[in-house]
Each structure stands twice: as C-alpha cells, then as structure tokens.
C-alpha cells in the first residue's frame, strides 16, 4: 500500500498504536490505521462414489498441478457458503456439505484453510477459468506427484485411507504438523 485508502495521503508510516500489540501502517495524516490480518481460504473435497473431484490449476501460483477446489473466503459469507461458491466457480459442481475436514495454518503466506468434505450434487455450470481441467479420480488414480502443496497431498493421502475405513477425523495445525481428532 502506498496511498491512505481513507485520505488518498502518501504519509504512511509503520507504528504500534496506543495499546495495540503490532505495527501497524497508519496515515500520519488522517490517522486512520490499516490492519492486515491473514486471509481464509475456504475449500472442498468432492466426493461421488469412491471417487474425489480435483482441479487443474490454469493460474499461478503453481499453475498446472493439481488441488482441491478453494479460494478466498468474501465478506458477508460463512466458510460454508465460500467452500460451495468456489467450489462452484472452479468446478461448475453444486455441492452439499458433509463436515469440516481440515483446518491448518499457513503462516509464512498469512493464510488459514478451511477444508470441508462435500457431496457431489449436480453440474450446473462449466468449470471456471481458474481450472484448465477437473476430473474423477479414486484414490488409486490421484496424481500424486502433480498436487499443488504438499499440504494438499498430507490431507488427500489421509483423506484415501480414511475413507476405506469410513472414519473420519477433523485435523487442526499448521501446514506441515497437527492433530486429528475423530469426527462424530
Ligand atoms: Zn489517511
């Protein structure tokens, strides 16, 4: 940011404000402070049958490898509703939701997943063009040298496994370490 977004001034300085714990950048002219605080991704994994729904990537960052259906959650929705939307946007699937999955911190890039399980309902639209392909697989035929994260991979291998056992847990943590607990 160069310019205040409240004044149009180019006086911003990095302070901690009176009885704030960071710095922040704040408009030395209108005062006015602007947080930056991480962004939520919300997402899905679509199942039908014994099969999952993953996307081609068409854009960078890691622009054609494979992930789940994700992006960033909008002001005035729930994660739900952003998990669906983008689900919708990059698959062209309406989903339902089955239950929160994962949820993991990445830090270094100021971003928190959150991850559901959807059941596949319909395609009602083309698939968008943050995709260049979304296909089926099972667990077998997942691309798994081609996924964007290892992130995504952790979460999809367990995901695998955990369906042929039929329980499934809900994992907390950071992107490379964290706890599962059973869901239900
Ligand atoms: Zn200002």
Redesign the pocket.
Known sequence: MN???????D??QLQVPHGDTHPRLT??????VHYHNPSIICGCIIERDDEIALCLRAIEPQKNTWTVAAGFMENGESTEAAAQRETLEETGMQVGILDLYSVFNVIHMHQVYVIYRAQFVAQTQPMGLESSAVQWFKADQVPWHLLAYPAIKTMLKRHASERQSGRFNLYLGDADSGRTTPIG
């Open positions: 310019f205040c977004s409240h004044c149009g001034s006086q911003l408009c030395t002219s209108c005062q006015q």
